[in-house]
Nanobody, 122 residues
Framework: QVQLVESGGGLVQAGGSLRLSCAASGRTFSSYFMEWFRQVPGKEREFVAAISGSGVYTYYADSVKGRFTISRDNAKNTVYLQMNTLKPEDTAAYYC???????????????WGQGTQVTVSS
C-alpha cells in the first residue's frame, strides 16, 4: 500500500496562489496515476486533477482548468498541484490519491493521503 503525505495548504486571499505537494512512499511511484480531490463539509469529495505515471497525460476538472497545474517528479516520489488565481469556492480539504488506474470518482481501490486544508478568503 502506498502511503501519501500532503503539505502546502493554508490561507490565501482570492487571486493568490498556493502549491500543494504530496510525497509518496514505495519504489514503484512511476507506475501510479496520481490525483488530487477536494472536499468541503457536507459535500461529496470531487475530482480536481490527475497525472499519468510518466507525467505525459494530465486531466482536470472544468472548474480548475487554466488555473491549476498538476505535475510530478518521479525521482522525488512527489506530485504537485500548483493553484493560481484562487477563488473562495476553491476552499476545501485537498486530498492526494494514487492508483494504478485513473479514477475520477472517489474510490477505495487506491491510497489516500490525510488531506491538507486550503482556505481562500474574499
Amino acid at each position: 500500500q502506498v502511503q501519501l503525505v500532503e503539505s502546502g495548504g493554508g490561507l490565501v486571499q482570492a487571486g493568490g496562489s498556493l502549491r500543494l505537494s504530496c510525497a509518496a512512499s514505495g519504489r514503484t511511484f512511476s507506475s501510479y496515476f496520481m490525483e488530487w480531490f477536494r472536499q468541503v463539509p457536507g459535500k461529496e469529495r470531487e475530482f480536481v486533477a490527475a497525472i499519468s505515471g510518466s507525467g505525459v497525460y494530465t486531466y482536470y476538472a472544468d472548474s480548475v482548468k487554466g488555473r491549476f497545474t498538476i505535475s510530478r517528479d518521479n525521482a522525488k516520489n512527489t506530485v504537485y498541484l500548483q493553484m493560481n488565481t484562487l477563488k473562495p469556492e476553491d476552499t476545501a480539504a485537498y486530498y492526494c490519491y494514487s492508483a494504478l488506474f485513473l479514477n475520477k470518482t472517489p474510490s477505495n481501490f487506491g491510497s489516500w493521503g490525510q488531506g491538507t486544508q486550503v482556505t481562500v478568503s474574499s
